[in-house]
């Protein structure tokens, strides 16, 4: 035993850790997803494949070794939209940048109020959020708006009479970047058939990137919030600001040091 500790390297311990680093971060980014399901389905597999081989089941034995042959393919297509959040993390920037903790939960707090606002109106509006990477790439269309993070702003917006309140309001470095913005509608056919076209673009946005989607329904008026390909629906201001104030973790200004 000790001469196997013996020959570890100061580099087999870095190489270890960077392993073990890639593993954490994995699990980080798919914890809370359907992709958990799918890598629980793939382990059924795997644990079979090996059962056939000490069982001796040659037609399952080599069904499952064709099969697992292209693992790397059918890892890449099943989990495309997983692996793309992972890419776009590597170069991702902070959500708040160079913005105080006061500005980040004065901003939070307008959001809350003018979705509180539009929703007792019965006004439907979705509003997105980026966080730590960018969604350019998926947006399209949309009017540069490039202003501060206001209610009357917001709400003036969605008005029905606002030639820009169909489509999505974009939030980027804390301020409303883009209005009427259209975003891909999810695929999923998890979705309930009872979510309008909003709350279906908020999931297809929030399944290919790494942002929070605010949906007030036309409907009901009711408030979802959507991450991750998931939603949480039926929220009042208290647990919305609760919710954004998790989602978007704005950073607490550090205590002084009592002399």
């Not at 969605?158 to 980027?172: E, K, R, T, W, Y």
Request: aromatic fraction near 6%; charged fraction near 20%; hydrophobic fraction near 50%.
């Amino acid at each position: 035993m000790l001469d196997v500790f013996s020959n570890i390297r100061l580099l087999d311990l870095l190489d270890i850790s960077i392993v073990a680093f890639i593993i954490y971060r994995i699990i980080l980014l798919i914890k809370g997803t359907r992709a958990v399901q799918m890598l629980l389905g793939l382990a059924v597999i795997l644990v079979v494949y090996l059962a056939s081989r000490v069982g001796d089941l040659h037609t399952l034995n080599w069904f499952l070794s064709n099969f697992l042959s292209s693992i790397i393919l059918v890892i890449v297509v099943i989990f495309q939209n997983d692996i793309r959040r992972a890419l776009m993390h590597v170069g991702s920037n902070p959500f708040f940048g160079g913005m105080t903790y006061r500005e980040e939960t004065e901003m939070i707090e307008e959001l809350v109020r003018a979705c509180v606002a539009l929703g007792n109106r019965k006004i439907g509006a979705l509003i997105v959020i980026e966080r730590e990477t960018g969604i350019k790439d998926i947006l399209e269309s949309g009017t540069l708006i490039d202003a501060r993070v206001e209610s009357e702003l917001i709400r003036a917006i969605f008005m029905p009479s606002s030639p820009i309140h169909d489509g999505a309001l974009v939030v980027q470095q804390g301020r409303l970047q883009q209005a009427g913005c259209f975003l891909p509608l999810t695929q999923s056919s998890d979705v309930s058939k009872a979510l309008g076209t909003r709350h279906r673009a908020a999931i297809g946005l929030t399944e290919l990137a790494d942002a929070v989607a605010i949906i007030v329904s036309e409907e009901t008026g009711k408030i979802s919030v959507a991450v991750n390909g998931g939603i949480t629906r039926n929220l009042d201001a208290t647990s919305l600001k609760k919710v954004l104030g998790r989602l978007l973790e704005p950073r607490r200004p550090a205590k002084k040091k009592k002399d």
